[in-house]
């Protein structure tokens, strides 16, 4: 007859107590995000595409907008190979950091008005204020390239050279011209950075409004007309 064998864990049941515990708070939340983080979600406040490729990289440059949402600021490391103290050494500046980078248009940089450059000499950065006329922003080929963008988020790396770089969409994103209006139709889903890895969420109507506005220099009203699977959205 054998006897009954106890085995003492290094730590207790601890151990089994937080994996059970891990695994339901993935559960509970991937629940969550579909049920309600899909109507009330935020998101990460997204920028318009060229611009934001200053974020592209290892370093600690910043980017957001003006207090009107019409421009946008950028605090950027001051790059030792070159000066950026006009608008046409910045213009060079930004088309360098976006060199090789899929989706992105370096042509439109050269529409971009800047309108104020200061220079950090002590924390060694620029601070720099960038903004594009409406009749660019408002283009069909300015607005479908943004739109192709809505749900593309930064992510950092979590280990080693904490490089940061721009996650792909998902799923599809177009826009249609009708009876003088432009229908904006975007897949919902999106890749965004998580606790370990990359994630799939579903972008809530506010998100994907909020966005689209903030894309397009808040230069349009973004108004719902339907959401589903699919988000729909009009331009008046």
């Known amino acids: ?11 207790g049941i601890f151990p089994i107590i937080f994996i059970i515990g891990w695994l339901l708070f993935f559960s509970a939340e991937e ?24 974020l592209y990289g290892a370093n600690e440059n910043k980017i957001a907008f ?5 421009s946008v600021v950028l605090t950027v490391e001051s790059p030792s190979h070159m000066s950026i103290d006009s608008p046409a050494e910045i213009k060079e500046f930004l088309k360098e950091q976006m060199r090789h980078q899929d989706s992105v248009n370096p042509d439109w940089v050269d529409d971009y008005t800047v309108t104020d450059i200061s220079e950090n000499k002590e924390a060694r950065t ?26 593309r988020v930064f992510k950092r790396n979590n280990a080693g050279n904490s490089i940061r770089w721009l996650l792909y969409p998902q799923g599809e994103r177009k ?4 009876d ?30 909020r966005n689209i506005k903030n894309r397009l220099w808040n230069r349009v009203d973004v108004k719902c007309i339907s959401l589903d699977k699919k988000f729909i959205a009009a331009k008046y």
Request: with cysteine; aromatic share 6%.
């Open 126 to 151: 620029h601070r720099i204020v960038i903004s594009i006329p409406d009749e660019i922003v408002l283009s069909d080929q300015y607005i479908d390239h943004e739109i192709k963008n809505v749900g």
């Open 31 to 54: 629940g969550l995000q579909k049920s309600i983080g899909s109507k009330i979600r935020s998101g990460i406040t997204e920028y318009p595409l060229e611009a934001s490729m200053c």
């Open 66 to 70: 003006t207090d009107d949402g019409k």
């Open 180 to 209: 003088g209006r432009l229908f904006v139709y975007i897949d919902r889903l999106q890749i965004a950075p998580g606790i370990l890895d990359e994630k799939q969420k579903i972008m809530s109507e506010k998100q994907i409004t």
């Open 1 to 11: 007859m054998y006897g009954n064998t106890i085995l003492i864990l290094p730590f």
């Open 175 to 178: 826009t249609v011209r009708k």
